[in-house]
């Protein structure tokens, strides 16, 4: 059975829970699936202050881990238009998983979270991908299969670079059922990818 890491770093818990939509389509469509998160980099008592959620359930990952799936998803928020600080520290770590190409012909993909519609979802997809392709994987996008991320009677995330949420401003918007239905489809799509590739 094909094995399917869902990585994630989430400062206030949007991200955790696209997580959760990604893995959920990940088993449906067969695969054995782990959620893991990064390490917070910021010191506990600022990241109290600032109302982080601290609490969230999924085990920190080492860059060890990483070479025992065969497929690996990973998502972050946004920061001013790239890959948060978090999730870069840790894929930075990476260096002998990619000398050694331990992660050639894995699959991939991405997800991501903005406080605006036009606050930099594709281009911080971008930024893992790019990582991802670094790292010799194939990557699943979320393809308009999705067609949830077409509609124009509400504001939805989603591209066909990888599942997206809008966060707003102060954080009170929460993934969206559209926004989790496209989570829950690549999830399937880079589950379904592992399984013809790995079995």
Request: charged share 20%; proline share 4%; glycine share 14%.
């Amino acid at each position: 059975m094909a094995k399917v890491l869902v990585l994630y770093y989430s400062s206030y818990g949007h991200i955790e829970t696209m997580a959760g939509a990604i893995a959920e389509g990940a088993r449906a469509a067969g695969a054995e699936v782990d959620i893991k998160r990064v390490p917070e980099t910021v010191p506990e008592e600022i990241a109290r202050a600032a109302y982080f959620k601290l609490d969230q359930a999924a085990p920190v990952a080492s860059i060890d881990d990483l070479p025992g799936y065969d497929a690996i998803i990973i998502g972050t928020g946004t920061r001013f238009g790239r890959i948060s600080s978090q999730m870069a520290a840790f894929l930075d770590q990476g260096g002998g998983l990619w000398a050694r190409g331990a992660l050639n012909g894995k699959v991939g993909g991405a997800f991501t979270a903005t406080a605006a519609q036009h606050g930099g979802q594709e281009v911080t997809l971008f930024s893992m991908i790019t990582n991802l392709l670094h790292f010799g994987m194939m990557v699943v996008g979320l393809p308009y299969s999705h067609g949830g991320q077409t509609r124009l009677d509400e504001i939805v995330g989603g591209s066909p670079y990888g599942a997206t949420t809008i966060t707003g401003s102060d954080g009170s918007r929460l993934p969206s059922e559209t926004e989790l239905e496209g989570a829950r489809h690549q999830g399937e799509l880079v589950a379904r990818a592992a399984i013809k590739l790995f079995g």
